[in-house]
T-cell receptor, first 113, second 112 residues
């Protein structure tokens, strides 16, 4: 069965610090990869996705993620975080048609002003 | 995201009671999903449906039931067999089984 792990449960950063949230998955075949964000009191929304092509994908609000197939990883990055980035971040994997989405346990990011 | 409406926002269940959570979408999506979100565990799939009149169990289907009689509706019933129903329930939809998912605002269920 597929599984998704996220390295950190809770990350605390000061504004302007750089961010990297780890995501690893266990599936040997072709995968579609997603990062979702849940701001306090709001819906889960898509940050970015990778289906194929350039392994460095850019999303909304200055976020980007790099797919490294050999490491089964899809880490999320942002060069300079803002207080408004405080949220919970979920990595998700879908292994193709007919397969479920599998979500990681989430990483809570707190950005101190 | 707009287009998916979950109701009610808060729901309380008494012991031995079945309760039904509503999920409606106007996005014309074929696939719909129900997740349970617990602190530190992320989203766990309860049931999903890729087409009308068909649905499949997810990872934690025990104590839950669903129906998919209409494309736009995918209600979830939390039965009395679900011994630990207190959680945040999220409904989602997607165009197809691999596409990005759109989420509703969620229903928070508590036990009285």
């Amino acid at each position: 069965a597929q599984s998704v792990s996220q390295h950190n449960h809770h990350v605390i950063l000061s504004e302007a610090a750089s961010l990297e949230l780890g995501c690893n998955y266990s599936y040997g075949g072709t995968v579609n990869l997603f990062w979702y964000v849940q701001y306090p009191g709001q819906h889960l929304q898509l940050l970015l996705k990778y289906f194929s092509g350039d392994p460095l994908v850019k999303g909304i609000k200055g976020f980007e993620a790099e797919f490294i197939k050999s490491k089964f990883s899809f880490n999320l990055r942002k060069p300079s975080v803002q207080w408004s980035d405080t949220a919970e971040y979920f990595c998700a994997v879908n292994a193709g048609y007919g397969q479920n989405f599998v979500f990681g346990p989430g990483t809570r990011l707190s950005v101190l002003p | 995201d707009g287009g998916i409406t979950q109701s009610p926002k808060y729901l309380f269940r008494k012991e031995g009671q079945n309760v039904t959570l509503s999920c409606e979408q106007n996005l014309n999506h074929d696939a719909m999903y129900w997740y349970r979100q617990d602190p530190g565990q992320g989203l766990r799939l309860i049931y999903y449906s890729q087409i009308v009149n068909d649905f499949q169990k997810g990872d934690i289907a025990e104590g839950y039931s669903v129906s998919r009689e209409k494309k736009e509706s995918f209600p979830l019933t939390v039965t009395s067999a679900q011994k630990n129903p207190t959680a945040f329930y999220l409904c989602a939809s997607s165009i197809g089984g691999q596409s990005r998912q759109y989420f509703g605002a969620g229903t928070r269920l508590s036990v009285l």
